[in-house]
């Protein structure tokens, strides 16, 4: 099957802080990633969409200064939530296309708890 | 836009009973239909999906139909198990698989006593 990971799985910071949170696919490349937010008892809602090398797209309202996505390599996307605050917490999850049978494949998500 | 509205839950089922989740869409195309499941400590697994109207999708024993005349993609499964125990999403996309934007809804619990 095709896997993609993610890391951490939890995190507790203080507010102001940054966080990083990593999306691998670990037996496949994914040009396109995408990156998703869940609120408790809500969708996902799509955040931005990742391809490799390119700027990522974010979604109408998500501000792409506070969420900053790096997607440097076929495997690789980086989630940034830069100076967290309590509104920022959240469940984020990624996902990875398989271009073989363009096919999204998610993550476990990770969730955030910001202080 | 486009959305997805299904069934809320906790459902709570017993081993071995009928199993149906709704989930209704709009949308101003023609959308791709799905259903992903997400056990507990795991990603979403896409369960099955359905890429025009009137295909029904199928996998473990699970069923849907794409019925365009009601907007709907209903769940069903006959006889279900405690490891069906998980929570199920409907989505929808505007590209026949799901390389694109997934849009989903809010999802559903279901927990099967043994």
């Known amino acids: 099957g095709a896997v993609v990971s993610q890391h951490p799985s939890r995190v507790i910071c203080k507010s102001g802080t940054s966080v990083k949170i990593e999306c691998r696919s670990l037996?496949?490349?994914?040009?396109?990633m995408f990156w998703y937010r869940q609120f408790p008892k809500q969708s996902l809602m799509l955040m931005a969409t990742s391809n490799e090398g390119s700027k990522a797209t974010y979604e109408q309202g998500v501000e792409k200064d506070k969420f900053l996505i790096n997607h440097a390599s076929l495997t690789l996307s980086t989630l940034t939530v830069t100076s967290a605050h309590p509104e920022d917490s959240s469940f984020y999850i990624c996902?990875?296309?398989?271009?073989?049978?363009?096919?999204?494949?998610f993550g476990p998500g990770t969730r955030l708890l910001v202080l | 836009g486009d959305s997805v509205t299904q069934m809320e839950g906790p459902v709570t089922l017993s081993e071995e009973a009928f199993l149906t989740i709704n989930c209704t869409y709009t949308?101003?195309?023609?959308?791709?239909l799905f259903w992903y499941v997400q056990y507990p400590g795991e990603g979403l697994q896409l369960l099955l999906k359905a890429t025009k109207a009137d295909d029904k999708g199928s996998n473990k024993g699970f069923e849907a139909t794409y019925r365009k005349e009601t907007t709907s993609f209903h769940l069903e499964k006959g006889s279900v198990q405690v490891s069906d125990s998980a929570v199920y999403f409907c989505?929808?996309?505007?590209?026949?698989?799901?390389?694109?934007?997934?849009?989903f809804g809010s999802g559903t619990r279901l927990s099967i006593r043994p």
């Open positions: 949308a101003t195309g023609y959308p791709s």
């Open positions: 037996d496949f490349q994914a040009t396109t």
């Open positions: 996902s990875g296309v398989r271009d073989r049978d363009e096919t999204q494949y």
């Open positions: 989505a929808l996309s505007d590209h026949w698989s799901s390389a694109s934007k997934i849009i």
